[in-house]
């Protein structure tokens, strides 16, 4: 058994997690601990605070005792938010506070679009425009090219919570270009689980959301890998040799 530890904020879209974990059909537990988000708002300032060291030190303990093999900040914005630099010290300290190897969401995309043999994606947002543009600058820091970004406004998680497979789609559609290789919905509270193979069917390329990029990082952090193509491209490919 491998069991895979998550720090999730608040309460949104976390049943993905054990859709996912069911849709996995192996021996792969997903052990989420919800963190104390301070205020519910995709605005910098409250995003910086959700990512501080300490809410994340505040889970890790129940994580270990879990037996975690790996621990993954599930939060995009929490993470891409504190830039490219932050967000690498961020993942350091979670790693030093865990004792574990880890990483967050927001690297779970880099990793993710690498892993696809990609470099140029469509970010279709649920945040703000301001929030959605940072995401693109972490990308772009990265080394990968961003064809557009769509934003949507949106300022709480609560309410990102209570979309639907209609909103989810309509964003994916409005987001995407023709000279994307891949399409990003970047949001830990979006329900997507349940919809990634028809999103790639409809869109004809893979589609990277955050929940299914997480579970994938963790994966990747404890050398597991998992065919599940129920989950999309990104769990049906063999891995990508780095020269």
Same mark, same amino acid.
């Given at each position: ?54 809410? !994340?030190?505040? $889970? ?6 879990? $037996? ?17 630099? $932050? ?5 350091? +300290?979670? +790693? ?25 994606? +469509? ?22 090219e961003v064809t557009g970004v769509r934003g949507s406004g ?11 497979e209609a909103e989810v789609f309509a964003l994916a559609r409005? +987001?995407?270009?023709?000279? &994307? ?7 830990? &509270? ?13 869109? $004809?390329?893979?589609? !990277? ?35």
């Amino acid at each position: 058994m491998t069991a895979l530890g998550f720090l999730y904020p608040g309460h949104s879209a976390e049943d993905d997690y054990p859709r996912i974990e069911q849709l996995l059909g192996s021996d792969v537990r997903l052990d989420l601990v919800h963190t104390d988000m301070g205020e519910d708002a995709h605005r910098v300032d409250a995003l910086l605070e959700m990512g501080s060291a300490e809410r !994340l030190a505040a $889970g890790v303990e129940e994580l270990r005792m879990s $037996g975690a093999e790996s621990v993954v900040w599930a939060c995009t914005s929490g993470s891409f938010v504190h830039g490219w630099e $932050g967000a690498h010290e961020q993942v350091r +300290a979670l +790693a030093l506070a865990a004792g574990l190897p880890a990483s967050s969401t927001s690297f779970g995309f880099v990793h993710a679009v690498r892993e696809l043999g990609a470099s140029r994606v +469509a970010v279709g947002a649920t945040y703000p425009d301001d929030v959605a543009g940072l995401f693109a600058d972490f990308l772009r820091a990265a080394g990968l090219e961003v064809t557009g970004v769509r934003g949507s406004g949106i300022i709480t998680a609560a309410e990102v919570g209570t979309w639907g497979e209609a909103e989810v789609f309509a964003l994916a559609r409005e +987001a995407d270009s023709p000279d &994307a290789e891949v399409l990003l919905l970047p949001d830990t &509270a979006l329900h997507t689980a349940a919809h990634l193979p028809t999103l790639e069917k409809d869109l $004809g390329k893979p589609v !990277l959301t955050a929940n299914q990029v997480t579970v994938w990082e963790a994966l990747r952090l404890a050398d597991r890998r998992v065919n599940a193509p129920v989950l999309g491209a990104l769990f049906t490919r063999e891995p990508i040799v780095q020269a």
